[in-house]
């Protein structure tokens, strides 16, 4: 499975943007997907999790407020939705997948990852 974000650049605070994780090799239905982002100096963050067969959605508690996860299985892409954006939010976003039935915020349990997308917020 290979996964692409696409979606990042400059954007205002307070707007919002959609992020894509499009995959090709297999059918993202069949695969956990989670996102995260890494800010320059700072560990890889959880932002949600998307079950397996399934449109249910685990976001971290601090985020869910403004981001939310949405999915086309026709175009075989996840959307990462973010709202109200802040200047903590720039970000390289990453999406992950793996075949389990779990869901995690944790990065290091995720098999497959895309080579992220930047998102900076423009002061």
């Known amino acids: 499975l290979q996964l692409v974000e696409s979606g990042g650049g400059l954007v205002q605070p307070g707007g919002s943007l959609n992020v894509s994780c499009g995959a090709s090799?297999?059918?993202?239905?069949?695969?956990?997907i989670a996102w995260f982002r890494q800010a320059p100096g700072k560990e890889r963050e959880g932002i949600a999790c998307?079950?397996?067969?399934?449109?249910?959605?685990e976001i971290a508690d601090s985020l869910k407020s403004r981001f939310t996860v949405s999915a086309d299985y026709e175009k075989n892409i996840v959307y990462l939705h973010i709202h109200n954006l802040k200047p903590e939010d720039t970000a390289v976003y990453y999406c992950a997948a793996m075949t389990s039935s779990r869901c995690s915020l944790s990065a290091g349990v995720w098999d497959h990852w895309g080579p992220g997308t930047q998102v900076t917020l423009s002061s």
């Open positions: 998307k079950y397996i067969y399934s449109s249910e959605t």
């Open positions: 090799g297999g059918s993202l239905l069949e695969y956990a």
